[in-house]
């Protein structure tokens, strides 16, 4: 179990609870990209909000079954449209972007298995045969630029539609470190989350993190390039195999950057807390744990998943000291309970909820309050609607007052447990039933500590969809988006140029939403699921549309944004302050809204802004969001 920050969309915890259970990976997938040595098209967080699908033999595509988790993304199959570009001589067509601007960059190199190398032109484009029905791995490198890969097949054959390709530019990370050891010899290690690899745009698989590093010279100074530009990076110092640092909070670098930074081992603080119990008197011997303060995204209630820097227990008085903490953001918490301990009774259990407090630079001691409160659970177990129990279901509790998602999954008997979580209201919800033939009902609002609770799976609506061309009506491959009218429900699925099955979904009205590889869009607006064996088809056409490139920056670390046309939410995605991402959108006025959580009112309703643009054939319209410091 886990507190996850929101980020508007709850396919997220599905997403996580596969990955836990260390299934699905492609390993054919995962060795040509750790052969990518930070290989990239563009930069961006491996955690995906997504729910893809796999491709069966017949190019069908869709959901693992019950229990089963899969490596999302499709392989072309060996078929008829591949196999007659190539006895056509059919030609993949690219063009290369700076991510920036998106200005032709050219010169680029582009290399491809089994054939010559080629060059970008001054427009960025170029040309690559297809040399069978098997796609190919390419790469792109420019000297400014981050190593690149993307996937040759048969989805960019129109020389006007062709795949567009964004590079960012790299950074660099230098700086000099104090108070190292001298016999000692130290380097600084970069980690970031792996880059996607695409095809037509969409999504094929994560490569793993990356890492890199710099000796530190005698002289405590050290240079890191190349290093990727927009993504969050976390840093240690090294020494002898142990971290004499590790920082609390992450680096984010732009494009172009020279970060100069002056750091020092030698200012450690002294951390003094102060524990209360739910009365109001000294929590003694109570066992802490004192996080590094990037946890903070997973929400504020710990749970044994966390790895602790350090690790005290209160005197008598309520009181533990944690010593040489270096400056930062930190949490400290109530250790949990884990697998094998003694549960104390359930009135004495408490809420491991963290507190959050900073070290500044300088200072010597530091003192935090920590306020436990009564630990509650929630529990209940997860029925089909014959009263069969469903078991590996993903279950979610999201609070009214504590900043996170808590999450959970049936044993064999459909059974589940939320928490020890502090005393309050829970929306408890299933993003996937995972069950063939039902989907999951509506969420619930309970009280923590309320009875058991049934959440009974409802008989489910299943479609297929195809994308075909609005100008010639032949199929498409691309990405399909369903924006439940009702609710927040959001899926989508990507594949090939046969239809798409959405199995297992909740029956209601909803906007089909369909993106293809070439960036051709269109909608289906306002259509009835309803509940049945036979799934019902639909086409999607799909026509020329434009782009819309949202940035955002402002005190708070994230925001949600929801792009719309039209009253169609053609994307939902989040931001990291300082970053940027480009969206295929229909033309004509496009709006974006942003959301961000305010700093420490978790009850009070998100801050929202919403920007307009004009969005005309063959250009990308530019919505930016700056908040001030103090806004």
Request: aromatic share 6%; with cysteine; charged share 20%.
């Amino acid at each position: 179990m886990r507190w996850l920050a929101p980020v508007g969309l709850l396919l997220i915890a599905a997403l996580a609870w596969l990955l836990i259970r260390g299934e699905g990976r492609d390993p054919g997938a995962s060795g040509a990209a750790a052969a990518a040595t930070g290989a990239a098209l563009e930069a961006g967080p491996s955690a995906s909000t997504e729910l893809r699908a796999s491709s069966a033999a017949d190019g069908r595509v869709g959901m693992a079954p019950a229990g089963e988790a899969r490596a999302f993304g499709t392989e072309m199959q060996p078929g008829a449209s591949a196999a007659l570009a190539a006895e056509q001589g059919q030609r993949f067509h690219g063009q290369v972007l700076a991510a920036e601007d998106d200005r032709p960059l050219a010169d680029v190199e582009v290399a491809c298995p089994n054939q010559p190398s080629v060059r970008s032109d001054a427009e960025g484009r170029f040309s690559l045969g297809l040399a069978g029905p098997k796609a190919e791995i390419a790469s792109l490198r420019h000297p400014d630029r981050e190593l690149s890969r993307f996937r040759v097949d048969a989805s960019a054959l129109d020389p006007a539609l062709p795949l567009r390709l964004r590079l960012r530019r790299t950074a660099i990370l230098a700086g000099r470190i104090a108070g190292l050891e001298a016999q000692a010899p130290a380097r600084v290690v970069v980690t970031f989350a792996g880059y996607q690899l695409t095809s037509g745009g969409q999504t094929l698989f994560d490569l793993d993190t990356i890492e890199r590093e710099a000796a530190v010279a005698p002289d405590g100074t050290f240079e890191l390039a190349p290093l990727p530009s927009e993504v969050p990076l976390a840093i240690q110092v090294l020494s002898g195999g142990r971290a004499l640092v590790s920082f609390a909070e992450e680096f984010v670098l732009a494009g172009g950057e020279r970060r100069q930074v002056a750091w020092s081992l030698t200012q450690r603080a002294q951390v003094r807390v102060h524990a209360t119990d739910p009365s109001g008197a000294p929590a003694g011997q109570l066992p802490l744990e004192l996080f590094s303060g990037s946890d903070s995204t997973w929400g504020t209630l710990t749970s044994p998943e966390w790895d602790a820097v350090q690790e005290r227990s209160t005197d008598l008085a309520g009181m533990a000291v944690f010593d040489q903490v270096r400056p930062g953001r930190w949490l400290v918490a109530p250790k949990p309970p884990g697998p094998g301990d003694v549960s104390p009774a359930p009135e004495q259990e408490l809420a491991c909820r963290a507190v959050a407090f900073e070290v500044p630079p300088g200072a010597s001691e530091v003192d935090v309050q920590l306020e436990t409160q009564p630990g509650l659970w929630i529990c209940g177990r997860v029925l089909t609607g014959l009263r069969e129990p469903v078991h590996h279901a993903p279950v979610n509790a999201l609070s009214r007052s504590e900043d996170g998602l808590l999450f959970a999954v049936t044993d064999p008997q459909g059974n589940f447990s939320l928490g020890p979580v502090p005393p309050g209201r829970y929306q408890i919800s299933m993003t996937v039933a995972f069950k063939p033939g039902w989907c999951a009902p509506e969420p619930v609002e309970v009280e923590a500590g309320a009875p058991e609770l049934e959440l009974i799976l409802l008989p489910s609506a299943s479609i297929q969809v195809r994308l075909i061309d609005g100008q010639t009506g032949d199929p498409v491959a691309g990405e399909v988006r369903l924006q439940r009218l009702d609710s927040q429900g959001y899926q989508s699925m990507s594949g090939g140029h046969k239809s798409l099955s959405f199995p297992s979904i909740q029956p209601g009205r909803y906007h089909l939403i369909g993106v293809s590889s070439g960036g051709l869009v269109g909608c289906l607006r306002d259509v009835e699921l309803v509940s049945g064996a036979t799934p019902a088809s639909f086409d999607i056409p799909v026509n020329p549309g434009g782009e819309v490139r949202v940035r955002y920056e402002g005190p708070q670390e994230h925001a949600s944004i929801c792009v719309m046309h039209a009253g169609v939410h053609f994307a939902r995605d989040g931001l990291r302050s300082g970053t940027s991402d480009v969206f295929p959108v229909p033309l004509g006025d496009v709006t974006v809204r942003f959301e961000r959580r305010p700093d420490g009112l978790r009850d009070a309703p998100p801050l929202a802004h919403e920007a307009t643009a004009l969005v005309v054939a063959g250009t990308t319209a530019e919505i930016d969001h700056v908040v001030p410091a103090d806004g």
